[in-house]
Protein backbone atom coordinates (compact mmCIF):
# COMPACT_ATOMS: atom_id res chain seq x y z
CA UNK A 1 0.00 0.00 0.00
CA UNK A 2 2.88 2.25 1.12
CA UNK A 3 4.57 1.19 -2.08
CA UNK A 4 1.80 2.34 -4.01
CA UNK A 5 1.22 5.45 -2.82
CA UNK A 6 5.07 6.55 -2.71
CA UNK A 7 4.99 5.73 -6.64
CA UNK A 8 2.19 8.27 -6.86
CA UNK A 9 3.93 10.88 -5.61
CA UNK A 10 7.08 10.32 -7.19
CA UNK A 11 4.83 10.46 -10.40
CA UNK A 12 3.39 14.04 -9.34
CA UNK A 13 6.85 14.62 -8.61
CA UNK A 14 7.97 14.53 -11.74
CA UNK A 15 5.48 15.79 -13.14
CA UNK A 16 5.55 19.63 -11.04
CA UNK A 17 9.29 19.40 -11.62
CA UNK A 18 8.93 19.12 -15.50
CA UNK A 19 6.05 21.95 -15.60
CA UNK A 20 7.39 23.88 -13.34
CA UNK A 21 8.79 26.63 -15.27
CA UNK A 22 4.99 26.95 -17.27
CA UNK A 23 2.95 27.85 -14.35
CA UNK A 24 1.96 31.82 -14.96
CA UNK A 25 2.09 32.64 -18.49
CA UNK A 26 0.79 36.07 -20.02
CA UNK A 27 -1.16 36.84 -23.46
CA UNK A 28 -2.66 39.06 -25.18
CA UNK A 29 -5.76 38.52 -27.29
CA UNK A 30 -4.86 37.53 -30.23
CA UNK A 31 -1.73 35.82 -29.57
CA UNK A 32 -0.47 32.24 -29.55
CA UNK A 33 0.59 30.60 -26.24
CA UNK A 34 3.08 28.02 -26.50
CA UNK A 35 3.66 25.48 -23.32
CA UNK A 36 6.88 23.03 -23.77
CA UNK A 37 6.98 20.16 -21.94
CA UNK A 38 10.45 18.61 -21.26
CA UNK A 39 8.96 15.71 -19.77
CA UNK A 40 5.22 14.25 -19.11
CA UNK A 41 3.35 11.15 -18.91
CA UNK A 42 2.67 9.64 -22.16
CA UNK A 43 -0.86 8.83 -21.32
CA UNK A 44 -0.68 12.92 -20.72
CA UNK A 45 -3.84 15.49 -22.62
CA UNK A 46 -3.74 18.96 -22.40
CA UNK A 47 -7.22 20.83 -22.32
CA UNK A 48 -7.74 24.62 -22.84
CA UNK A 49 -11.37 26.01 -21.19
CA UNK A 50 -13.05 22.47 -21.80
CA UNK A 51 -11.39 21.78 -25.48
CA UNK A 52 -8.41 19.42 -25.97
CA UNK A 53 -5.21 21.01 -27.55
CA UNK A 54 -2.44 18.65 -29.43
CA UNK A 55 0.00 17.44 -27.24
CA UNK A 56 2.84 18.02 -30.06
CA UNK A 57 6.30 16.41 -30.45
CA UNK A 58 9.02 18.97 -30.37
CA UNK A 59 10.86 19.32 -33.89
CA UNK A 60 14.03 18.90 -32.25
CA UNK A 61 13.95 17.10 -29.46
CA UNK A 62 12.10 14.31 -29.76
CA UNK A 63 11.25 12.97 -26.30
CA UNK A 64 9.79 16.66 -25.42
CA UNK A 65 6.43 17.86 -26.41
CA UNK A 66 4.52 21.37 -26.87
CA UNK A 67 1.05 22.74 -26.97
CA UNK A 68 -0.15 26.07 -29.11
CA UNK A 69 -3.03 27.84 -27.43
CA UNK A 70 -4.49 30.22 -29.71
CA UNK A 71 -6.70 32.95 -27.92
CA UNK A 72 -9.02 34.28 -29.62
CA UNK A 73 -9.23 38.71 -30.85
CA UNK A 74 -12.17 38.64 -29.03
CA UNK A 75 -11.48 36.39 -25.96
CA UNK A 76 -12.80 37.62 -22.37
CA UNK A 77 -10.47 38.88 -20.34
CA UNK A 78 -8.13 37.51 -16.81
CA UNK A 79 -7.56 34.06 -15.56
CA UNK A 80 -7.70 31.03 -17.59
CA UNK A 81 -6.85 27.38 -16.67
CA UNK A 82 -4.72 25.24 -18.86
CA UNK A 83 -5.37 21.48 -17.63
CA UNK A 84 -3.22 18.66 -18.06
CA UNK A 85 -4.76 15.08 -17.31
CA UNK A 86 -3.27 12.00 -16.61
CA UNK A 87 -3.83 8.64 -15.25
CA UNK A 88 -3.06 9.40 -11.38
CA UNK A 89 -4.27 12.76 -11.33
CA UNK A 90 -4.41 16.58 -13.01
CA UNK A 91 -1.94 20.08 -13.29
CA UNK A 92 -3.44 23.16 -13.80
CA UNK A 93 -1.37 25.81 -15.32
CA UNK A 94 -1.99 29.87 -14.95
CA UNK A 95 -2.58 31.22 -18.24
CA UNK A 96 -3.64 35.61 -18.01
CA UNK A 97 -5.14 36.74 -21.00
CA UNK A 98 -4.70 40.86 -21.21
CA UNK A 99 -6.53 42.92 -23.95
CA UNK A 100 -4.28 44.82 -25.73
CA UNK A 101 -4.34 48.41 -27.23
CA UNK A 102 -4.89 47.62 -30.21
CA UNK A 103 -4.87 50.90 -32.91
CA UNK A 104 -7.78 52.14 -35.03
CA UNK A 105 -7.79 53.22 -38.99
CA UNK A 106 -10.31 54.03 -41.44
CA UNK A 107 -10.70 52.68 -44.74
CA UNK A 108 -12.49 53.76 -48.23
CA UNK A 109 -13.33 50.44 -50.53
CA UNK A 110 -15.94 49.64 -53.32
CA UNK A 111 -19.22 50.40 -51.19
CA UNK A 112 -20.28 46.67 -52.91
CA UNK A 113 -17.50 45.01 -50.21
CA UNK A 114 -19.45 46.53 -47.63
CA UNK A 115 -23.04 46.23 -48.12
CA UNK A 116 -23.01 43.06 -50.72
CA UNK A 117 -26.32 42.40 -52.48
CA UNK A 118 -28.78 39.12 -51.66
CA UNK A 119 -26.29 37.25 -54.26
CA UNK A 120 -23.22 38.30 -52.96
CA UNK A 121 -24.23 38.05 -49.39
CA UNK A 122 -25.07 33.75 -50.37
CA UNK A 123 -22.03 33.60 -52.23
CA UNK A 124 -19.98 34.83 -48.73
CA UNK A 125 -21.53 32.81 -46.69
CA UNK A 126 -20.41 29.81 -49.03
CA UNK A 127 -17.17 30.46 -48.53
CA UNK A 128 -16.90 31.62 -44.82
CA UNK A 129 -18.56 28.02 -44.21
CA UNK A 130 -16.36 26.22 -46.14
CA UNK A 131 -12.98 28.08 -45.03
CA UNK A 132 -14.45 27.02 -41.11
CA UNK A 133 -14.83 23.55 -42.30
CA UNK A 134 -11.19 23.62 -43.51
CA UNK A 135 -10.13 25.40 -40.28
CA UNK A 136 -11.49 23.37 -37.69
CA UNK A 137 -9.86 20.04 -39.41
CA UNK A 138 -6.70 19.30 -37.44
CA UNK A 139 -4.73 17.08 -39.94
CA UNK A 140 -2.79 14.69 -38.11
CA UNK A 141 0.51 14.79 -40.34
CA UNK A 142 3.25 17.65 -40.06
CA UNK A 143 4.37 18.51 -43.14
CA UNK A 144 6.49 21.58 -41.40
CA UNK A 145 10.62 20.66 -40.31
CA UNK A 146 11.88 23.98 -40.13
CA UNK A 147 11.14 27.39 -38.47
CA UNK A 148 8.43 29.73 -40.24
CA UNK A 149 9.43 32.30 -42.60
CA UNK A 150 7.82 35.83 -44.05
CA UNK A 151 5.82 35.49 -47.35
CA UNK A 152 8.05 38.50 -48.76
CA UNK A 153 10.16 41.40 -47.27
CA UNK A 154 8.59 44.43 -46.86
CA UNK A 155 7.17 47.13 -45.07
CA UNK A 156 4.20 46.18 -43.03
CA UNK A 157 1.25 48.71 -43.53
CA UNK A 158 -1.42 47.47 -41.14
CA UNK A 159 -0.91 45.19 -37.97
CA UNK A 160 -2.44 42.41 -36.64
CA UNK A 161 -5.59 43.34 -34.41
CA UNK A 162 -6.24 46.99 -35.99
CA UNK A 163 -9.42 48.28 -35.16
CA UNK A 164 -11.10 49.10 -38.73
CA UNK A 165 -14.25 51.06 -39.81
CA UNK A 166 -14.97 50.41 -43.86
CA UNK A 167 -16.86 53.18 -45.45
CA UNK A 168 -17.73 55.10 -42.00
CA UNK A 169 -20.01 52.75 -41.49
CA UNK A 170 -18.78 48.78 -41.22
CA UNK A 171 -17.19 48.12 -38.15
CA UNK A 172 -14.14 44.89 -37.90
CA UNK A 173 -10.78 44.19 -37.10
CA UNK A 174 -8.10 43.00 -39.41
CA UNK A 175 -7.17 39.41 -39.08
CA UNK A 176 -4.14 39.14 -40.49
CA UNK A 177 -0.63 41.58 -41.35
CA UNK A 178 -0.47 43.77 -44.51
CA UNK A 179 2.74 43.95 -46.20
CA UNK A 180 3.19 46.57 -48.91
CA UNK A 181 3.60 44.85 -52.18
CA UNK A 182 3.27 46.44 -55.60
CA UNK A 183 0.90 43.89 -58.02
CA UNK A 184 3.16 41.27 -59.38
CA UNK A 185 5.32 40.78 -56.45
CA UNK A 186 6.40 37.19 -55.63
CA UNK A 187 4.69 35.81 -52.77
CA UNK A 188 6.10 32.75 -51.03
CA UNK A 189 5.27 29.45 -48.82
CA UNK A 190 5.83 30.30 -45.18
CA UNK A 191 6.14 26.18 -44.70
CA UNK A 192 6.32 22.96 -46.23
CA UNK A 193 2.75 22.02 -46.57
CA UNK A 194 -0.59 21.32 -48.66
CA UNK A 195 -2.79 23.73 -50.73
CA UNK A 196 -6.30 23.52 -49.20
CA UNK A 197 -7.71 26.69 -50.96
CA UNK A 198 -6.37 28.18 -53.79
CA UNK A 199 -9.27 30.19 -55.86
CA UNK A 200 -11.21 33.74 -56.06
CA UNK A 201 -13.29 34.71 -52.81
CA UNK A 202 -15.72 37.72 -52.65
CA UNK A 203 -13.57 39.82 -49.72
CA UNK A 204 -10.39 37.99 -49.52
CA UNK A 205 -10.04 38.22 -53.50
CA UNK A 206 -7.72 35.44 -55.22
CA UNK A 207 -6.72 33.54 -52.28
CA UNK A 208 -3.92 30.84 -51.28
CA UNK A 209 -4.04 28.77 -48.22
CA UNK A 210 -2.08 26.02 -47.06
CA UNK A 211 -2.45 23.57 -44.67
CA UNK A 212 0.97 22.98 -42.55
CA UNK A 213 -0.74 19.84 -40.28
CA UNK A 214 -1.37 19.52 -36.74
CA UNK A 215 -4.34 22.50 -37.35
CA UNK A 216 -1.79 25.23 -38.45
CA UNK A 217 -3.22 26.92 -41.72
CA UNK A 218 -1.02 29.95 -43.40
CA UNK A 219 -3.39 32.13 -45.60
CA UNK A 220 -2.59 34.57 -48.39
CA UNK A 221 -4.99 36.71 -49.59
CA UNK A 222 -5.89 39.55 -52.66
CA UNK A 223 -3.28 37.57 -54.97
CA UNK A 224 -3.28 39.20 -58.77
CA UNK A 225 -2.68 35.43 -59.79
CA UNK A 226 -2.18 32.18 -58.30
CA UNK A 227 0.68 29.58 -58.85
CA UNK A 228 -0.48 26.74 -57.01
CA UNK A 229 -3.48 24.73 -57.69
CA UNK A 230 -5.99 22.98 -54.77
CA UNK A 231 -4.09 19.49 -54.03
CA UNK A 232 -0.98 20.57 -54.53
CA UNK A 233 2.02 19.88 -52.05
CA UNK A 234 4.29 22.87 -51.77
CA UNK A 235 7.71 23.52 -50.13
CA UNK A 236 8.86 26.23 -47.85
CA UNK A 237 10.17 29.43 -49.93
CA UNK A 238 8.20 28.03 -53.15
CA UNK A 239 6.41 31.13 -55.01
CA UNK A 240 2.65 30.55 -54.68
CA UNK A 241 1.45 33.62 -56.35
CA UNK A 242 1.53 37.32 -57.13
CA UNK A 243 0.15 40.43 -54.83
CA UNK A 244 -2.57 41.89 -56.47
CA UNK A 245 -5.57 44.38 -55.22
CA UNK A 246 -8.49 41.75 -55.67
CA UNK A 247 -11.28 41.48 -52.99
CA UNK A 248 -12.18 44.07 -50.22
CA UNK A 249 -8.97 46.30 -50.77
CA UNK A 250 -8.18 49.70 -50.85
CA UNK A 251 -5.04 49.41 -52.91
CA UNK A 252 -2.52 46.54 -53.45
CA UNK A 253 -0.71 44.66 -50.95
CA UNK A 254 -0.27 41.01 -49.24
CA UNK A 255 -2.79 40.37 -46.58
CA UNK A 256 -1.07 37.05 -44.47
CA UNK A 257 -2.80 35.71 -41.51
CA UNK A 258 -2.48 32.52 -40.03
CA UNK A 259 -5.48 29.85 -38.10
CA UNK A 260 -4.39 28.08 -35.41
CA UNK A 261 -7.15 25.25 -34.50
CA UNK A 262 -9.55 27.90 -36.09
CA UNK A 263 -8.46 30.73 -34.68
CA UNK A 264 -7.26 33.59 -36.32
CA UNK A 265 -4.00 34.77 -34.60
CA UNK A 266 -1.19 37.27 -34.81
CA UNK A 267 1.17 35.74 -37.52
CA UNK A 268 4.12 37.29 -36.49
CA UNK A 269 3.35 36.62 -32.91
CA UNK A 270 3.16 33.51 -33.59
CA UNK A 271 6.20 33.14 -35.92
CA UNK A 272 8.11 34.49 -32.83
CA UNK A 273 6.73 31.39 -31.16
CA UNK A 274 6.86 28.76 -33.02
CA UNK A 275 10.70 29.43 -33.92
CA UNK A 276 11.71 29.79 -30.41
CA UNK A 277 11.57 26.05 -30.80
CA UNK A 278 14.60 25.91 -33.28
CA UNK A 279 16.53 28.00 -31.04
CA UNK A 280 18.94 25.61 -28.86
CA UNK A 281 20.34 27.73 -25.48
Not at 32 to 43: A, G, R, Y
Not at 128 to 133: D, G
Not at 242 to 257: D, E, F, I, Q
Request: with cysteine.
Amino acid sequence: MFQGFFMIIRYFTFLIFSLASLLAQEAYNGNTVLFEFSKIPKDAQVFFESKKVPLLTHPLHVKEKFVLIPISYRSFFGDKNVTVLYKNGSTALALHVKKKAYPFETITVAPSKVKPNKKQQERTSREYKEAMKIYHTSTPKRYWKEAFIYPLQAKITSDFGTARMFNGSLKSFHSGTDFRAKTGTPIHATNDGIVVIAKNRYYAGNSVVIDHGEGIYSCYYHLSALHVKLGERVKQGEQIGLSGATGRVSGPHLHYAMMIQGVQVNPLQFHEQINSLFQEE
